[in-house]
């Protein structure tokens, strides 16, 4: 066309059609609110990946395909930083007790931290492994095996009780009383191997998830604070956050389809 050309020549000589010299992407416009609704999320939980925020997308009315929402994600720069991945010096081994439904294993597990003003935070975490349900954080400055034995009291007489309770090797847990009042409890135990951590995979993966959405995130300026806020990310944990292993359903929601599908069954 600088040389004189018309638009319907040069366009011809080059093979182009010419509504395509007008054209302006939508996509762009098309994608900016769900951008938009994708930093606010990234925002608001920095430690979660596209696809579990694809399911809060959903939740919100932004259902997309995976690929999609990666695209997006990558676009706006959201990647969470990758963690360092641990060194393995040991084989693994099968896991003693695998749990074949609810109220089957409870894992039981302590992580330490401490407060601003210095004071110290042990946590007593508690869950259920077939359906992934954190039952109880309980957070003090020292829990001795009497308060172990109170809290999983409590957690049986709201829940029930567990065939097996599994725990690590450690000094705290193969205290005596906690032995005998499990064994008078009628459960049994299925206590990790010294060095082999993994055995109590599924505990040590809920640990890690407290520690990087919520211990490392937050800043508790006493024990009290620190309470209050680990108990609310718990709730968070079991009624909001997706989970990988139960197809991006929350433990609450896992577990409701549980007692419906068996329910159904008895029925027939």
Request: charged share 25%; hydrophobic share 35%; glycine share 4%.
């Amino acid at each position: 066309m600088s040389r004189g050309l018309s638009q319907r020549r040069s366009c011809a000589l080059i093979g182009v059609a010419r509504s395509a010299l007008h054209y302006e992407s939508l996509l762009a416009a098309k994608d900016a609110p769900v951008v938009s609704a994708m930093k606010a999320l990234a925002a608001q939980y920095p430690r979660y990946g596209y696809r579990r925020i694809r399911i809060f997308l959903r939740r919100e009315g932004h259902a997309m395909s995976p690929d999609r929402c990666h695209r997006l994600w990558q676009q706006a720069a959201l990647q969470v930083p990758r963690k360092r991945p641990r060194r393995r010096v040991a084989a693994r081994s099968d896991r003693p007790q695998p749990p074949a439904s609810r109220n089957h294993v409870w894992a039981y597990d302590f992580v330490f931290d401490a407060c601003a003003n210095g004071q110290q935070l042990k946590c007593l975490t508690i869950i259920d492994e077939y359906t992934r349900e954190c039952l109880a954080i309980d957070v003090a400055g020292s829990i001795r095996s009497r308060r172990v034995i109170d809290v999983l009291a409590r957690l049986i007489t709201v829940h029930g009780a567990p065939r097996y309770m599994r725990s690590d090797n450690g000094p705290e847990f193969v205290s005596r009383a906690i032995l005998d009042w499990i064994v008078t409890s009628g459960i049994n135990t299925a206590i990790s191997d010294p060095g082999k951590p993994w055995q109590n995979g599924t505990d040590e993966s809920f640990n890690g998830k407290l520690r990087d959405e919520c211990l490392s995130m937050e800043w508790f300026r006493s024990r009290e604070e620190a309470k209050v806020i680990i108990e609310t990310w718990r709730r968070h944990y079991n009624a909001v956050r997706p989970h990988s292993s139960l197809d991006y359903l929350t433990p609450n929601e896992f577990k409701a389809a549980q007692k419906h599908s068996i329910q159904q069954g008895a029925s027939l």
